[in-house]
């Protein structure tokens, strides 16, 4: 069992920077996979960006290639999502995902909001 907890959501200005930050909880942080996706109302929920067990792979979505980066702190059992150049477009709530590398459980975060205004 992991859980995840998202913090660093909030209101900016288009053009922007954020970083979210999703902290896990348990001693087996580099079993896991990493993701984020993200929800925007009315919409379905989205793959934004993810990060292999080792930290050595990531992917991102075309639509935030060049602005987000994702990356690991394994000493704080943390995977960041930094986000640059924001746009309207990107707001959401912003959900941190885990998938277990070996039997694929996967679990969620409860989400962080993200507001672009311009």
């Known amino acids: 069992q992991v859980q995840l907890v998202e913090s660093g959501g909030g209101l900016v200005q288009a053009g922007g920077s954020l970083r979210l930050s999703c902290a896990a909880s348990g001693r087996t942080f580099s079993s896991y996979a990493m993701g984020w996706f993200r929800q925007a109302p009315g919409k379905e929920r989205e793959f934004v960006a993810k990060i292999s067990s080792s930290g050595y792979r990531t992917n991102y979505a075309d639509s935030v290639k060049g602005r987000f980066i994702i990356f690991r702190d394994t000493a704080k059992n943390t995977v960041l999502l930094q986000m640059i150049d924001l746009k309207p477009e990107d707001t959401a709530v912003y959900y941190c995902?885990?998938?277990?590398?070996?039997?694929?459980?996967?679990?969620w975060g409860q989400g962080t909001q993200v507001q672009v205004i311009v």
């Open positions: 995902n885990a998938q277990n590398v070996r039997d694929s459980r996967t679990f």
